[in-house]
């Protein structure tokens, strides 16, 4: 059983940066996809970043690439998101999701998570 706990959301002012953490537990790194989503209030869930085994492969949704860095410590089993730049329209609830897969290529697309954490907020000021 995989368990997320996401923290390092908050409200900062547009043009600044914060960074999420996501502790993860209960897996191997063996075909495992983790990565960040993110719901706007109103909106629906949109994937942002995924990383595969262990940090080898790295996904973004277009939009956010270049501001947005998804990375992996695999010494303390820890998911991150830096995010620069932000801008209003970054205010949402930020998701850890992960699932279990064998295609790396399966990583690439928002669709069949399985284990997810509870969100943290992030709030963009203008």
């Known amino acids: 059983q995989v368990q997320l706990v996401e923290s390092g959301g908050g409200a900062v002012q547009a043009g600044g940066s914060l960074r999420l953490s996501c502790a993860a537990s209960g897996y191997t790194y063996s075909g495992l996809c983790i990565g960040w989503f993110r719901q706007a209030p109103g909106e629906e869930r949109d994937w942002v970043a995924t990383?595969?085994?262990?940090?080898?492969?790295?996904y973004y949704a277009d939009p956010l690439k270049g501001r947005f860095t998804i990375s992996q410590d695999n010494a303390k089993n820890t998911l991150y998101l830096q995010m620069n730049s932000l801008k209003p329209e970054d205010t949402a609830m930020y998701y850890c999701?992960?699932?279990?897969?064998?295609?790396?290529?399966?990583?690439?697309?928002?669709?069949?998570?399985?284990?997810w954490g509870q969100g943290t907020q992030v709030t963009v000021s203008s």
């Open positions: 999701a992960a699932k279990l897969t064998l295609r790396g290529s399966a990583c690439a697309v928002g669709s069949g998570f399985t284990y």
């Open positions: 990383i595969y085994g262990g940090g080898s492969t790295t």
